[in-house]
């Protein structure tokens, strides 16, 4: 799997949120989930950032993620706690639970899956257990970065530096990815994630992380969709509300169980 080292994995964390400040993906979901109450479902949750804006928008929402770091800063933005719950969870392994009006797949969670299982594999999966923890009826929401010529965003051998900065225990670091592959006929891209720290007490620390994924095409998700049970009711290209096409960048579904 794909863990760091845990300075490496705090670090990320408090790195996300100073990076990861775009709102657009949370509004557009809100919009489309829409104001009545609904007990909301959230796969790697991360730090809160669509869940604490779902629960100020009145609904009950819960949040899985196996990155104790990111789940430990959700408290910090929150001021009531009456519905909003989260806990560390592996979600190819561990129950969701079920009885939830909302499933979120969100924040190219389908393209960040950590897990040892085959790729595709675990993306039906995601899609399988989302049917399961959902209400008769219920909805799940899938949005991911999406292409249709993915080997023009893949194929990159030049290094590409996600992020950089210091964190609040003074430790600067980076997160470069390298050697970006990417394999037409299977969808798999291959990189390397590349850290390099600098610690508060003076020393370094590098760590190099052989990462491979599978790019899943609208099509197969659509079929992932339709063999777990669901009905595909909307889908978008971007958060304008336009349609997936060569000038849009996303895949935003909409489907209901």
């Not at 969701?96 to 909302?102: A, E, K, L, Q, Y």
């Not at 900065?165 to 470069?176: A, I, L, P, W």
């Not at 760590?207 to 659509?222: D, G, L, S």
């Amino acid at each position: 799997m794909y863990y760091e080292k845990d300075i490496i994995s705090k670090w990320n964390s408090e790195m996300y949120d100073c990076n990861e400040t775009d709102t657009n993906d949370v509004e557009f979901a809100l919009s489309v989930i829409g104001v009545e109450p609904k007990r909301i479902l959230e796969i790697a949750c991360g730090s809160g950032r669509f869940l604490v804006p779902m629960a100020n928008a009145g609904h009950n929402v819960t949040g899985l993620d196996f990155d104790e770091h990111m789940l430990n800063r959700i408290s910090r933005k929150i001021s009531n706690t009456q519905n909003i719950h989260w806990h560390k969870s592996d979600v190819i392994n561990d129950e969701w639970g079920t009885g939830f009006d909302v499933v979120l797949l969100a924040a190219n969670f389908l393209f960040n899956i950590v897990s040892d299982m085959d790729y595709r594999q675990a993306q039906e999966l995601m899609i399988k257990k989302s049917a399961e923890a959902l209400m008769p009826g219920g909805h799940v929401l899938i949005d991911y970065a999406y292409t249709f010529y993915p080997e023009k965003w893949f194929n990159n051998p030049n290094p590409n530096i996600v992020w950089q900065g210091t964190d609040s225990e003074g430790n600067f670091g980076k997160m470069v990815l390298l050697n970006n592959t990417y394999d037409k006929e299977t969808g798999i891209t291959k990189f390397i994630r590349r850290f390099e720290m600098t610690l508060a007490d003076g020393s370094n620390l590098i760590q190099e992380i052989p990462t491979e994924k599978h790019f899943a095409a609208i099509e197969q998700v659509r079929e992932w969709l339709k063999r777990a049970g669901f009905v595909i009711e909307n889908e978008w290209g971007d958060y304008h509300g336009n349609p997936i096409s060569e000038n849009t960048h996303r895949a935003i579904i909409w489907a209901k169980k």
